[in-house]
């Protein structure tokens, strides 16, 4: 049981060098000998703290980090053969950086001393040599486990200021998701074990949806972009995280937060229900109070074809005959809503709403606009149902069949309609172009 849960424990230190040098701790400790498991153990400690003091050298640029290697380096050409500098590299790191807490500290200054005792006689003892027991053994290896070996190198509260700022500096660099992503996962999110990947998405998810400042909202979109990445690294635990502590997730504030965290929990539905009741309440009457915001609310609906239902009826309640300006639907929010219908199996259902959107629009240069980006490329896709839709619903609004480009784009229309329906004559619809035959 013991030695299962420490090869477990040993599975989740952080640098590669220091699992392959852990791997000498464990066998010697499994074929008893306990001795140099000890001595090896407290070699493996300092390497380890070295790596980390490296890393955030190189990496990230800690003075810190950099200022203690350096004092080491210089006290080791000083004094090349005096240990001391293991003990000053502990107590250097406990009093200047996060790595190390004092009972920490303690701790390993006592698995120090087992090392002394284990590695040199003692000529005034009756046993010249020190016989650690096993229990012992397995006490020091949990303790260098916890309090060194599987730390990240970054600890919460500094990762998430230096994240942070890093992409205020980066902001426009990365325009590609995929780009961002390898950068973030190579400088930050690889080092990070759950309880600090945790810390963080909590830290992410309250610039990105809760406050509202000048600074966070001119951050706020590169702020999203990290928080979904990190959320994609494991969708399923920090679900968990949202559940646990469902109040604070729940404060959202209002406007860029709002929409923003609108926009995320459309990607991920599943977190809406999550959230507390109130905050339900308040961000499904936020998201009808602007229909394009209403279309990635997709957490208001059960599936695709009653999301698209209920966007075809808002309109007609809402914007009738008032479609366009400034209650639009953004085009990339109609190619997403497409794509989940063509997953769902029912791409062509998403020809009603495109539809209601032109047949509603507000003047002549929304229905120019509409027409072009929603009626034109997927017309070829109506059925004879949307096309009958379509001329009636340019029949009922003027700002469709007066405006300059309706000839000629209308006649797309009556093609379609000639193709779809048995005996259909243009010259019935005087708002209609006429084609000869």
């Known amino acids: 049981m013991y030695e299962f849960s420490v090869e477990q424990a040993a599975n989740k230190i952080h640098d590669h060098r220091s699992k392959e040098y852990f791997g000498e701790v464990l066998n010697n400790y499994f074929n008893g000998n306990y001795r140099s498991s000890v001595v090896m153990l407290w070699t493996v400690v300092i390497c380890d703290l070295v790596y980390k003091l490296q890393y955030l050298k190189d990496i990230h640029n800690d003075e810190k980090a950099t200022?203690?290697?350096?004092?080491?380096?210089?006290?080791?050409?000083?004094n090349p053969a005096n240990p001391k500098w293991e003990e000053t590299l502990l107590k250097e790191i406990s009093s200047?950086?996060?790595?190390?807490?004092?009972?920490?500290?303690?701790?390993?200054?006592?698995?120090?001393?087992?090392?002394?005792?284990?590695?040199?006689?003692?000529?005034?003892?009756?046993?010249?040599?020190?016989?650690?027991?096993?229990?012992?053994?397995?006490?020091?290896?949990?303790?260098?486990?916890?309090?060194?070996?599987?730390?990240?190198?970054?600890?919460?509260?500094q990762v998430f200021t230096e994240l942070v700022l890093d992409l205020e500096r980066i902001k426009d660099l990365f325009a590609e998701a995929s780009q961002l992503s390898r950068y973030l996962e190579s400088k930050y999110f690889s080092n990070l074990n759950r309880e600090i990947s945790a810390q963080l998405f909590k830290s992410l998810?309250?610039?990105?949806?809760?406050?509202?400042?000048?600074?966070?909202?001119?951050?706020?979109?590169?702020?999203?972009?990290?928080?979904?990445?990190?959320?994609?690294?494991?969708?399923?635990?920090?679900?968990?995280?949202?559940?646990?502590?469902?109040?604070?997730?729940?404060?959202?504030?209002?406007?860029?937060?709002?929409?923003?965290?609108?926009?995320?929990?459309?990607?991920?539905?599943?977190?809406?229900?999550?959230?507390t009741e109130a905050t339900r309440e308040f961000i499904k009457a936020k998201s009808k109070t602007d229909i394009d915001l209403l279309t990635v609310s997709y957490f208001l609906s059960s599936n695709i074809s009653e999301h698209i239902d209920m966007l075809v009826k808002h309109i007609n309640q809402y914007h009738k005959l008032a479609f366009g300006g400034t209650h639009n639907i953004h085009r990339n929010h109609i190619n997403d809503l497409r794509q989940h219908a063509s997953s769902a199996g029912i791409k062509?259902?998403?020809?009603?709403?495109?539809?209601?959107?032109?047949?509603?629009?507000?003047?002549?240069?929304?229905?120019?606009?509409?027409?072009?980006?929603?009626?034109?490329?997927?017309?070829?896709?109506?059925?004879?149902?949307?096309?009958?839709?379509?001329?009636?619903?340019?029949?009922?609004?003027?700002?469709?069949?007066?405006?300059?480009?309706?000839?000629?784009?209308?006649?797309?229309?009556?093609?379609?309609?000639?193709?779809?329906?048995?005996?259909?004559?243009?010259?019935?619809?005087?708002?209609?172009?006429?084609?000869?035959?």
Not at 67 to 78: C, G, P, R, S, Y
Not at 371 to 393: H, M, R, V
Not at 395 to 415: L, Y
Request: charged residues 25%.
């Open 67 to 78: 200022t203690i290697l350096d004092e080491m380096v210089e006290f080791q050409a000083k």
């Open 205 to 275: 998810w309250r610039i990105a949806f809760k406050t509202d400042n000048e600074k966070c909202n001119e951050n706020r979109e590169i702020n999203v972009r990290a928080l979904r990445i990190l959320f994609e690294r494991d969708r399923e635990f920090f679900a968990g995280c949202v559940r646990d502590s469902s109040a604070y997730y729940s404060e959202i504030g209002d406007n860029s937060p709002l929409r923003h965290a609108i926009f995320f929990l459309g990607d991920y539905p599943h977190l809406f229900n999550l959230l």
């Open 348 to 437: 062509n259902d998403i020809n009603k709403l495109l539809v209601t959107m032109y047949v509603n629009s507000l003047n002549f240069d929304a229905a120019d606009t509409l027409f072009a980006q929603f009626i034109k490329p997927f017309i070829e896709n109506f059925s004879a149902e949307d096309i009958e839709l379509l001329i009636t619903g340019i029949g009922e609004n003027n700002q469709t069949h007066w405006r300059g480009r309706a000839n000629e784009d209308h006649k797309a229309v009556v093609a379609k309609a000639s193709e779809l329906i048995k005996d259909f004559d243009s010259s019935k619809f005087n708002y209609l172009p006429k084609i000869a035959k």
């Open 96 to 157: 200047r950086t996060n790595l190390l807490e004092s009972h920490e500290l303690d701790s390993l200054l006592v698995l120090q001393k087992h090392r002394h005792l284990s590695a040199h006689p003692v000529i005034n003892k009756a046993d010249i040599l020190f016989r650690p027991h096993r229990e012992m053994v397995l006490s020091d290896i949990r303790i260098a486990l916890d309090s060194v070996l599987t730390k990240p190198p970054i600890l919460t509260k």
